[in-house]
């Protein structure tokens, strides 16, 4: 029923067919996934965080795959549980088993205490903690707190891959049983912290910690100054390649890596080959002009995102901010955006999504101005229509705007 549910939505261009299959199979079997994973041999990976899951997922995918190991993944983002059993549930043979080398879903940061209940899993890659849709999940002190009492619950045989630039992702480690392996920056940074930091108190005595240097938000070679908390030593800090821009995709080119390196399997030669998944730095040709669209969803991310897209000298940026579930329904965080240092004047700004006046409005307190287009269509038309043959329109959208983007652009949104 769910394959056959899922082939409906594909062949009437509905989406991926990637959560209503799982949605229904937990409805009448609320144990399905950990009944199916028990007659399997599959090792399970779970990729966590506030930024970079999808990609770092869709790297170590690539890599595994590029070495002759068959793996299954909830490729289009749907990171719930009902978007893993639909993955679990559409990669069954016809005997009703799973075979593939590797499970690897990326998880939803209060989805993952839940997942972990269903599935034990073999690694887990954590990523970062930021502010995000604080409506919905919390601050990151809390989330932590409630990752760390899943971790104390673990074997010890499962290894656990962790951020050493983030304090509250160290944190985790501290004290773990598991096999722990940190990835982390060994570059220039600079000596300040943005203002839109979030973790910037040591986990364990919760006094402000000290920065040799800042890589972007609050992720950086930190210590605490009481000598409660220190920086872990050995970590994993140099890729022969990475495959995309901007500092975040550092970290998880890294994150993926070192991954794949603990499960034996030297991918290395591989990394020129990735290409990027959908909505993070997804590249399009639309009416013979390039598009680039890349998700931004938070302070930390999107400051990170505009760096990037400036580094690359955009001349037009279409921004597109949405407040739907998905999204987080208080958008008072582009307020902590880093509009007025990030943004060139001559730069031509188009806002749209539910939330284009909110949006604009930030950006005129920045003294830059933007043309408003509630209607998303129009602003892709607007926008691309200010776009040369030889320049890139950047897309930063929010989630559930870059759904609207890609159905518009591809024909297709996820399901």
Same mark, same amino acid.
């Given at each position: 029923m769910g &394959? #056959?549910?899922?082939?409906?939505?594909?062949?009437? *261009?509905?989406?991926?067919?990637? /959560?209503?299959?799982?949605?229904?199979? $937990?409805?009448?079997?609320?144990?399905?996934?950990?009944?199916?994973?028990?007659?399997? &041999? #599959?090792?399970?990976?779970?990729?966590?965080?506030? *930024?970079?899951?999808?990609?770092? /997922?869709?790297?170590?995918?690539?890599? $595994?795959?590029?070495?002759?190991?068959?793996?299954?993944?909830?490729t289009s983002g749907a990171n719930l549980i009902n978007g893993i059993a639909s993955t679990l549930?559409?990669?069954?043979?016809?005997?009703?088993?799973?075979?593939?080398?590797?499970?690897?879903?990326?998880?939803?940061?209060?989805?993952f205490t839940e997942a972990c209940a269903e599935i034990t899993p073999d690694m887990i890659v954590m990523l970062n903690l930021f502010r995000d849709q604080l409506d919905r999940y919390g601050e990151v002190h809390t989330i932590a707190h409630n990752w760390k009492k899943v971790i104390d619950k673990l074997p010890a045989s499962k290894k656990l891959v962790l951020n050493a630039d983030?304090?509250?992702?160290?944190?985790?480690?501290?004290?773990?049983?598991?096999?722990?392996?940190?990835?982390?920056?060994?570059?220039?940074?600079?000596?300040?912290?943005?203002?839109?930091?979030?973790?910037?108190?040591?986990?364990?005595?919760?006094?402000?910690?000290?920065?040799?240097?800042?890589?972007?938000?609050?992720?950086?070679?930190?210590?605490?100054?009481?000598?409660?908390?220190?920086?872990?030593?050995?970590?994993?800090?140099?890729?022969p390649h990475y495959p995309l821009n901007g500092v975040y995709n550092r970290y998880n080119t890294l994150a993926a890596l070192l991954a794949v390196k603990n499960l034996g399997i030297n991918a290395d030669d591989h990394l020129k080959d990735f290409r990027p998944a959908f909505g993070r730095q997804e590249q399009l040709v639309i009416e013979g002009k390039r598009v680039e669209i890349i998700l931004a969803k938070n302070p930390a991310g999107f400051n990170q995102t505009l760096q990037t897209v400036l580094e690359q000298k955009a001349a037009n940026i279409l921004l597109a901010l949405n407040d739907r579930i998905a999204d987080g329904t208080d958008v008072s965080w582009i307020w902590d955006v880093d509009f007025e240092n990030l943004i060139n004047k001559s730069i031509l700004l188009t806002t749209t999504g539910d939330r284009a006046y909110d949006l604009a409005l930030r950006l005129k307190y920045a003294g830059l101005s933007s043309k408003i287009e509630l209607n998303l269509s129009d602003a892709l038309s607007h926008a691309l229509s200010q776009t040369k043959k030889s320049e890139t329109l950047y897309i930063l959208p929010t989630y559930t705007a870059m759904l609207e983007i890609r159905k518009l652009l591809v024909g297709k949104k996820i399901l």
């Open positions: &394959k #056959t549910l899922s082939r409906l939505i594909q062949l009437g *261009n509905l989406g991926n067919g990637s /959560t209503w299959p799982g949605h229904i199979a $937990l409805r009448y079997s609320p144990r399905f996934i950990s009944e199916l994973l028990k007659k399997s &041999k #599959t090792k399970v990976i779970f990729v966590v965080g506030t *930024n970079g899951k999808t990609t770092t /997922t869709a790297l170590i995918s690539h890599l $595994l795959s590029s070495t002759n190991h068959t793996v299954i993944q909830n549930l559409l990669a069954t043979n016809f005997k009703g088993k799973i075979q593939a080398d590797y499970a690897l879903f990326e998880v939803d940061e209060n989805t983030d304090p509250q992702i160290a944190y985790l480690g501290m004290g773990a049983m598991q096999r722990i392996s940190y990835f982390g920056l060994n570059e220039d940074g600079v000596n300040k912290l943005d203002h839109a930091s979030d973790s910037i108190y040591c986990p364990v005595c919760k006094t402000k910690l000290k920065y040799k240097k800042s890589y972007y938000s609050h992720l950086g070679d930190w210590t605490c100054p009481k000598g409660d908390f220190k920086h872990p030593v050995d970590i994993f800090s140099k890729s």
